[in-house]
């Protein structure tokens, strides 16, 4: 619920929606549980089974709920834009915004133009594609040009990318 700055939960069944996670108030404070941790516009989400990962956007970060406790950390990001490589919160983001996982990994777009991967394991953050100036092209690594990609999957092999202004769904193999 980015305008919210809150994580809902949606039971199906039912369709009963709770909060599972922010105060509604923008900011960024971790372990803490539930409505007492807060987000500034939280865009993606996506889940291991275990934990949610979010692409806590305005914040510039990546946190990490788990489910079964709704405790909330950071595990990547400085909290101040740009764009870094690092590990934990000394790799930098920014406006983090689609996120997907393949269990190892987390795999992230930013408005910086990339796509960065986060080992889970350790908090190790590299730039997967994107050179980190606007424009299209195909190619490996920082040869792929992209212009604000936003969403992300992956189907197990292949990762698929929304190139928002590019206007292109486009695949990494």
Known sequence: DKVSHKIRKIVISTGVV?????????????????????????AGITTDGTNLYVADT?????RKIVISTGVVSTI???????????TGTSAIFKYPEGITTDGTNLYVTEVAHKIRKIVI?????TTL???GSPGFADGTGPSAIFRKPKGITTDG?????????????RKIV
């Open 76 to 86: 990547a990001g400085s909290g101040s834009p740009g764009s870094a490589n690092g």
């Open 18 to 42: 709770t909060t599972l996670a922010g105060s509604g108030s923008a900011g960024s404070t971790d372990h803490n549980t539930g409505i007492s941790a807060t987000f500034r516009k939280p």
């Open 58 to 62: 305005d914040n510039h970060l990546i």
């Open 157 to 169: 092999t292949n990762l698929y990318v929304a190139d928002r202004k590019n206007h292109r769904i």
């Open 129 to 131: 594609a994107g050179s």
């Open 121 to 125: 394991a350790t908090g190790a953050v």
